[in-house]
């Protein structure tokens, strides 16, 4: 019994000197006190009650019983992983990544925790708040896309870095983005989810918020897969299709030009003759005849 209390002793004591070996280069201090200052770049034992919370955290809500089973995990385990935070002043500390470790470490009951700290101004808090919870947390889609937005716009980063920044191609940006354009109960819906990421990228395809309700609420009344809401979208868009005012002018010109065949022929047999065409101008001519006679008469003119 005292072997195993040795040897979890043993492992929590010697957890946080092997963290070093995950950020390389990084040298572990040890437990950081009033004395120690700028004491970046290195991974250190800090106490909890010095570390105040990241004011741009994006994430506003955190699973309560997931985080009990996690300070369950780290009694048994300790941290594995450290959390980050930048110095603010002597035993002050804010937290840039790893609320969650945070949360569960002070659940825990742990007096420190092992972080790495570094230099940080406020836009890189928020963006690497923002792209750590990206990578690392259990997202859903529409919270991926609200971290994009704010990657773009208050982190001042174009698509094309924001892509590089997270490890996504650019399309893959860009589907997230559309999203946002959605109306408020489908993202919500979305963010719940009632539907998937397939059946938002569908509806982003219809022209009306409307529309794009009225079958938002069909895919979650009928339980539609991706494929069906594809199909409804495809019938959609080909039904409200508006002819092409040149090619309707050039049908109407040819149906003229098909009845006066008719007419000409209906004249030159003396029988109503009736010429069918389609548009890419197969059809069939009809000669009616009422008796032998009518149609030896025809047969002559043909010269038959």
């Known amino acids: 019994?005292?072997?195993?209390?040795?040897?979890?002793?043993?492992?929590?004591g010697g957890l946080g000197r092997g963290l070093n070996s995950l950020l390389e280069g990084n040298k572990y201090t040890g437990k950081i006190d009033s004395t120690t200052l700028n004491?970046?770049?290195t991974i250190a034992d800090i106490a909890i009650d010095q570390i105040q919370t990241n004011p741009y955290q994006p994430r506003t809500h955190f699973d309560q019983a997931a985080l009990e089973e996690l300070a369950e995990s780290i009694k048994v385990q300790g941290i594995i992983q450290p959390i980050t935070v930048r110095q603010l002043g002597p035993d002050s500390y804010q937290l840039i990544s790893g609320e969650r470790r945070y949360q569960a470490a002070k659940i825990a009951g742990l007096n420190t925790i092992p972080a790495y700290i570094r230099k940080a101004d406020d836009q890189?808090?928020?963006?690497?708040?923002?792209?750590?919870?990206?990578?690392?947390?259990?997202?859903?889609?529409?919270?991926?896309?609200l971290s994009y937005q704010r990657l773009l716009t208050e982190c001042s980063l174009k698509q094309e870095e924001l892509g590089d920044r997270v490890g996504k191609k650019r399309t893959t940006v860009t589907n997230y983005l559309r999203l946002l354009k959605l109306p408020p109960d489908i993202q919500i819906g979305l963010r719940d989810n009632l539907i998937s990421m397939g059946h938002a990228r569908a509806l982003i395809n219809i022209d009306t918020v409307e529309k794009q309700l009225d079958i938002y609420k069909k895919v979650v009344a009928e339980e539609l897969s991706v494929r069906k809401v594809e199909e409804l979208v495809r019938n959609l868009a080909n039904a409200n299709k508006k002819p092409d005012p040149q090619q309707k002018l050039q049908f109407n010109k040819y149906d003229?030009?098909?009845?006066?065949?008719?007419?000409?022929?209906?004249?030159?047999?003396?029988?109503?003759?009736?010429?069918?065409?389609?548009?890419?101008?197969?059809?069939?001519?009809k000669i009616p005849f009422v008796s032998v006679d009518e149609l030896n008469r025809i047969l002559e003119i043909l010269n038959y």
Do not use: C, H, P, Y
């Open 1 to 12: 019994m005292s072997d195993n209390k040795n040897s979890a002793a043993k492992r929590k």
């Open 39 to 41: 004491a970046v770049n």
């Open 124 to 145: 890189q808090m928020l963006e690497m708040a923002l792209i750590e919870n990206i990578q690392r947390e259990s997202l859903n889609a529409i919270e991926i896309a």
């Open 256 to 285: 003229e030009e098909i009845k006066q065949v008719e007419s000409r022929l209906t004249s030159q047999f003396g029988t109503k003759i009736m010429v069918k065409a389609n548009n890419d101008g197969k059809g069939e001519i």
